[in-house]
């Protein structure tokens, strides 16, 4: 994901009983939903938000990494990263084409976006100010969405889980490649450690907030498992996501900054695991009201962004018209 | 935004010797631009030796409703399948 689980989504229903439990024993079958099979409105609603809100997840997800290309500090990281950004853009671009084939329109889901109906994930709302927060958005931000991702490649809706496949091949090399940034530092210099440290203290909470409100507090969790969209509680998927990175960060040499932190023999079935200090979710929720740092940055760039491309767009499309009239005057001689 | 930009379906070879296959779907003004933003899409790591757009519109697609009265009838059609007919061991294969 980036889709922090569903904000305003509504997957209410007024189909007849026999019509639901058709489509409910075709998901329980583990059936692919594709397209044009007849399916709830409220299955078709919540998908379209959830993977229009996943695709500006990408698109915006561009700015904070797009920031550091021309600052990047070798050529190798330079080419890394860009290659990394023009992949978010590719998943933006894979993930709006599933959307679409639910009946909304490119220019809909683009107009939602900029005037704040559709969110994206609340993570690309905070500042990248140092080169660490390249490495710790790659390791964190691309960690915690393949943890969101990898059960999506199962969801019940055929072409969001084709995309999934796709994007979810693209992942590792971004977490790698963030990785491999921090790695660097917390070799180099005292200052390139506390860089990483700095780095991994401002982005750690804001990341645990990337799977979304606890499952106590999430509305539509219910619904979106029945139907096959969500695999995992929001709660369960943080869970591993922290089991998985804190050995991470051991190997680094840094510590993430909660002081509750302990390992629990009874966690995950008596397996083990990390029990985590508290989230502060006041904080989520104003950053997703639109109170984040960067809220007003991220949508005033991408607002210039479609601007300016404007007259670009314009002139293809007068220009695909005036080949197409042309081929058809000469095929009439 | 203006006008709607057309959509194209994207089909890719992986390599010669192997069928298109269909990937995605994008927006382009025409055939031209649909093929390069294919290729920048969808073939950024090795997918792909050739590839074909083609306008979703000129789509024709059988209907899902229909999907019983279309593809049930070759279920029970088992003659169809070689292991229907029964040959002696001694045959060997065939
Ligand atoms: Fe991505
Ligand atoms: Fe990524």
Redesign the interface.
């Known amino acids: 994901m980036y889709s922090q689980g569903l904000i305003g989504s509504d997957s209410s229903t007024d189909e007849t009983v026999e019509f639901l439990a058709a489509f409910q024993a075709r998901i329980d079958a583990e059936e692919k939903i594709e397209p044009n099979d007849a399916m709830p409105e409220g299955y078709r609603r919540t998908l379209i938000r959830q993977i229009g809100q996943h695709a500006h997840s990408e698109i915006i997800g561009m700015q904070p990494e797009g920031n550091w290309i021309t600052r990047a500090p070798s050529l190798r990281r330079k080419a890394a990263l860009l290659a990394k950004v023009q992949d978010e853009g590719g998943h933006g671009l894979y993930l709006y084409s599933a959307a679409e084939t639910l009946g909304v329109s490119r220019e809909d889901l683009t107009d939602q976006l900029l005037d704040g109906r559709a969110k994206y994930s609340s993570i690309f709302n905070y500042p990248t100010l140092s080169w660490a927060d390249i490495g710790t958005v790659g390791w964190l931000v691309d960690g915690a969405a393949i943890m969101n991702q990898i059960p999506l490649c199962r969801c019940s809706f055929g072409p969001y889980a084709r995309a999934m496949i796709r994007v979810c091949k693209e992942e590792s090399f971004h977490q790698r490649q963030g990785y491999e940034i921090l790695l660097t530092l917390c070799k180099g210099s005292a200052a390139q450690k506390e860089m990483a440290q700095e780095s991994l203290n401002r982005w750690w909470w804001p990341v645990l907030m990337m799977f979304g409100p606890s499952d106590g507090e999430s509305v539509h969790s219910d619904q979106n498992t029945k139907w096959g969209i969500k695999r995992f509680s929001n709660d369960a998927l943080r869970q591993k996501f922290i089991d998985a990175t804190i050995p991470q960060a051991k190997v680094l040499g840094i510590e993430v900054p909660d002081p509750d932190l302990k390992w629990d023999d009874s966690l995950n079935d008596g397996r083990g695991g990390y029990v985590h200090g508290p989230i502060d979710w006041d904080e989520f929720w104003r950053v997703v009201k639109g109170h984040g740092a960067m809220n007003r940055d991220r949508i005033r760039n991408y607002k210039k962004t479609v601007d300016d491309g404007a007259w670009v767009r314009e002139a293809a499309m007068a220009h695909a018209e005036k080949r197409a009239a042309r081929k058809l005057a000469m095929a009439a001689e | ?5 057309p ?1 194209w379906e994207v089909f890719i070879r992986p390599r010669n010797g192997l069928a298109h296959k269909h990937c ?7 055939e031209v ?1 649909a093929l390069q933003a294919a290729r ?2 969808y073939t ?2 090795g997918e792909g030796q050739s590839i074909w757009v083609v306008p979703s519109a000129a789509i024709s ?1 059988s ?3 229909q999907a019983a009265e279309n593809f049930d009838p070759s279920i029970d059609k088992v003659y169809r399948h070689p292991t229907f007919y029964e040959i002696p061991d001694e045959v060997g294969h065939m």
């Open positions: 935004m203006s006008k709607n930009i959509l995605g779907s994008l927006h382009a003004a025409d631009m920048d899409t950024r790591r697609a209907d899902p409703d």
